[in-house]
């Protein structure tokens, strides 16, 4: 079964520090990657995501994720935080065949972004 | 607009009283899951559902069921809720041949 694991459960930085959260999965396929942020009181929304091609991959807010996977790894970037970007990050994999395949979330990672 | 809609968005409720969260998407997707988030546990799925009367169930079904007559709804029924219940429910659907999922804004539910 596919598991994701995210090692910082909780990071405190200042506004415009460098960001990078980390997400390791086990899954003996290919997979697809996504991150999902949660503000304070809302929901999910999709951050970015990769299915293939070039392993460094450009989402929205100025995010960007890159795939390695020798190091089954799809960690998060942020080269200057916001306040804004006080939220909750999830990553979450699913193996890429065709019809319904389950998607599975890690426990998260609350980045608190001090003014 | 392109939205997935739960209701109630907050209910608290005693234990042993039947409730349903209503959970309805307008995107025509064939694919919708609930899932329950707790302090450290992140998201873990309840239910899911491939289609119209097709369901199965997820990693945390104990004291759930769900039914999907329409493409559209699928909601989640909890026949006898227990405090052990309480959390924040999220409803999602995802479209064939894609991999983002679409969430809901959420259902605290508080079972004392």
């Known amino acids: 079964a596919q598991s994701v694991s995210q090692h910082n459960h909780h990071v405190i930085l200042s506004e415009a520090a460098s960001l990078e959260l980390g997400c390791n999965y086990s899954y003996g396929g290919t997979v697809n990657l996504f991150w999902y942020v949660q503000y304070p009181g809302q929901h999910l929304q999709l951050l970015l995501k990769?299915?293939?091609?070039?392993?460094l991959v450009k989402g929205i807010k100025g995010f960007e994720a890159e795939f390695i996977k020798s190091k089954f790894s799809f960690n998060l970037r942020k080269p200057s935080v916001q306040w804004s970007d006080t939220a909750e990050y999830f990553c979450?994999?699913?193996?890429?065949?065709?019809?319904?395949?389950?998607?599975?979330f890690g426990t998260g990672t609350k980045l608190q972004v001090i003014p | 607009e392109a939205q997935v809609t739960q209701n109630p968005r907050y209910l608290i409720t005693v234990t042993g009283k039947k409730l349903t969260v209503t959970c309805s998407q307008n995107?025509?997707?064939?694919?919708m899951s609930w899932y329950r988030q707790d302090p450290g546990l992140g998201l873990r799925q309840i239910y899911y559902s491939m289609n119209v009367e097709v369901t199965d169930k997820g990693d945390v079904p104990e004291g759930y069921k769900v039914s999907r007559k329409e493409k559209r709804n699928f909601p989640l029924i909890l026949e006898s809720p227990s405090p052990n219940q309480t959390s924040l429910y999220f409803c999602?659907?995802?479209?064939?041949?894609?991999?983002?999922?679409?969430f809901g804004p959420g259902t605290r539910l508080t079972v004392t």
């Open positions: 999602a659907s995802m479209g064939t041949g894609r991999g983002e999922q679409y």
């Open positions: 990769y299915f293939s091609g070039d392993p």
């Open positions: 995107m025509n997707h064939e694919y």
């Open positions: 979450a994999v699913r193996p890429p065949a065709g019809g319904y395949q389950k998607v599975t």
